[in-house]
């Protein structure tokens, strides 16, 4: 299974990532756990943590403008300080990518967590 399936697994149970910064984590619901507890090191070498913070305020802050500014749907919503150099790439970061997905791990749970309302 690959990190962005994981992911959208946790999410798709109600988890989520605590973003707390001093020490973020995974919030992992009791139907997941096992699922969770067998890709740890994978999601732990493929999801920068403190990262997916960073870069949900990034796309927090994009989908807020868009929304402002009277526009229907979504941004595609990208980190403007990373080098685009391979098509193909994440579509936020351009960063190197499995065939078939979309975004790189870091970015799936960024846009989950800016997309989750904050209470
Ligand atoms: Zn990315």
Redesign the pocket.
């Known amino acids: 299974m690959k990190p962005q399936e994981i992911l959208m697994r946790l999410y798709a149970a109600g988890g989520r990532i605590d973003l707390d910064p001093e020490q973020p984590g995974l919030i992992v619901p009791d139907q997941v756990r096992s699922m969770i507890e067998g890709h740890r090191e994978l999601l732990r070498a493929s999801v920068d943590l403190p990262e997916v913070a960073r870069r949900a305020r990034i796309f927090r802050n994009q989908i807020d403008a868009w929304i402002t500014a009277g526009r229907i749907a979504v941004p595609t919503v990208t980190i403007s300080e990373m080098p685009f150099e391979n098509s193909g790439g994440?579509v936020?970061?351009g960063?190197r990518l499995d065939h078939g997905h979309w975004?790189?791990p870091?970015?799936v749970a960024a846009l989950y967590e800016a997309l989750r309302r904050q209470e």
Do not use: L, V, Y
Request: include cysteine; aromatic fraction near 0%.
């Open positions: 994440c936020s970061c960063a975004r790189c870091t970015c």
